[in-house]
């Protein structure tokens, strides 16, 4: 056994074992004491691999043809019949010609296509010239990017959208968040009595409903939108088994749509681009805080593995863009890897002598701004110049506040022009999700009263 010792301050020795998968499970027993608290104790693991895995191949896939040095012109058409929706659309689809993709409900059909004309232009973050007019992810541009090349804002704790719980981390709902241009969806899962549901610390204090209902009404999104690809985020709680997740996930529909990795790790350069995804329709990415087991559930990936995270749960209004989790990441497998920027302002609040993290909505739209002391738009700033790179996912709490300017932060670091219409129906964070002391007070009572529980 080796141990390694954590680059924060306050972290204890983590411990490293070599399980017969080859895989390196690191578990951290000691209490984090700086200003941002992670999760401790025997059951927090983070796993890394000595080497890369290969579990499958999309070589043989006729579907799966890399589009990163081609172009085309695209076309799109939209009829409305008894059965439903029918969509057709000529998409980037590699030297071998274009491949014409129909959706009629949901099912795929690719036919060939020989006219093609092709560029020497690879996927990037800069800025290309587009023939292609099939927006992906609401941008044509990023249809021949790598799922990996693409700055997406991320709704923290998605679910958690109930007026009068100080609680809640959005205004609006999970459809109009995707309508509004959100395609990473986060959220804190508890498990009560052989149920998931999307809780907020206990489900005591704010109860979103089961999480089966929740992915329902995603994957309603995602069957009528056949051209994007959304990010869901499970936050693991409780630390239960992965197992415990494939019934509620397979049941709402989203099943079809589940992208399982070729290899494990996936590393940065590993991803495809989004008209692969697309074409072949396994368009929803899962990841997995803790305890996912990707030979076990291949669709459920290993967040840790595969994706780094700045400070979690920040008070800290400056934002630094460090790696946190996994603990122990050397720059040069941070380099190798996605990473996300969380950039939700929390403030702590004591009652009764607990205390709970809660959104600071008295600065949100300072937080969410383009520019500024605490602003989302300084933060990726900040993160591009450390990393040479800007973060794949902004984490954010009620994204709709600053009309968009979330949003712009995003294009601007992915080289695209945002005019959207946004957002959903707010533009300032309502006062009772903060600032209302009976509400406060509620809410604080049901956390001691839960810690008397337990």
């Known amino acids: 056994m ?54 499958s191949s999309t ?34 689809a590699g030297s071998v010609g274009l491949i014409t993709q129909s ?22 973050s800069t800025t290309s010239t587009v ?54 969806l986060q959220g804190q899962t508890h498990y009560e009595n052989n149920t998931l549901f999307y809780c907020h610390t206990s489900c005591s204090l704010l109860n979103a409903g089961t999480m089966e209902a929740y992915l329902a009404t995603v994957a309603s999104w995602v069957r009528t939108h056949p051209y994007d690809v959304v990010t869901i985020l499970i936050g693991n709680a409780d630390f239960i088994g992965v197992g415990n997740y494939t019934a509620p996930i397979q049941a709402s529909g989203l099943g079809p749509y589940l992208y399982e990795p070729p290899y494990i790790p996936m590393k940065l350069n590993d991803w495809p681009t989004l008209s692969e995804m697309i074409l072949t329709q ?45 603990p122990g990441l050397d720059r040069n497998q941070s380099l190798e890897r996605m990473y996300m920027a969380n950039h939700n302002l929390n403030t702590e609040v004591n009652f009764l002598g607990a205390s709970l993290l809660l959104p600071n909505t008295a600065q949100i739209n300072q ?3 383009v520019s500024g002391f605490g602003s989302l738009g300084l933060m990726a700033n900040t993160c591009t110049t450390d990393w040479n790179r800007p973060p794949n996912f902004l984490l954010v709490d009620f994204y709709d506040v600053g009309n968009g300017s979330v949003f712009e932060v995003a294009a601007q670091h992915n080289n695209v022009t945002y005019n959207r219409p946004c957002c959903g129906v707010a533009t300032s964070a309502a006062p009772s999700h903060f600032t209302t002391p009976l509400l406060l007070a509620a809410s604080m009572a049901a956390l001691v009263a839960l810690a008397a529980l337990l």
């Open 2 to 55: 080796a141990v390694l010792s954590g680059s924060s301050a306050g972290i204890g020795p983590i411990h490293r074992f070599f399980s017969s998968n080859g895989a390196i499970v690191l578990s951290g027993t000691n209490s984090f004491t700086d200003d941002n608290i992670l999760p401790t104790g025997s059951q927090v693991t983070y796993v890394s691999y000595d080497s890369q895995r290969t579990i």
């Open 59 to 92: 070589a043989s896939n006729p579907a799966a043809i890399s589009a990163s040095n081609s172009t085309a012109t695209g076309t799109a058409s939209t009829t409305s019949s008894p059965r439903g929706t029918t969509q057709a659309v000529t998409l980037l």
């Open 103 to 124: 959706i009629i409900n949901g099912t795929v059909t690719l036919g060939p296509n020989t006219t093609v004309a092709s560029t020497s232009a690879s996927a990037s």
């Open 131 to 184: 023939l292609n007019t099939q927006p992906c992810n609401n941008y044509p541009e990023f249809c021949e990017r790598k799922y990996s090349n693409i700055t997406e804002v991320c709704a923290h704790n998605s679910p958690f959208v109930k007026a009068g719980n100080a609680a809640s981390n959005q205004n609006v709902p999970v459809l109009n968040q995707l309508d509004d241009g959100i395609r990473m």
């Open 282 to 326: 396994k368009r929803v990415v899962l990841f997995m805080d803790y305890n996912a087991d990707q030979t076990t559930v291949p669709y459920i990936m290993d967040e840790f593995s595969q994706l780094w995270e700045t400070p979690f749960s920040p008070t800290n209004v400056s934002f630094p863009c460090n790696t946190q989790r996994p």
């Open 367 to 369: 937080t969410n701004a």
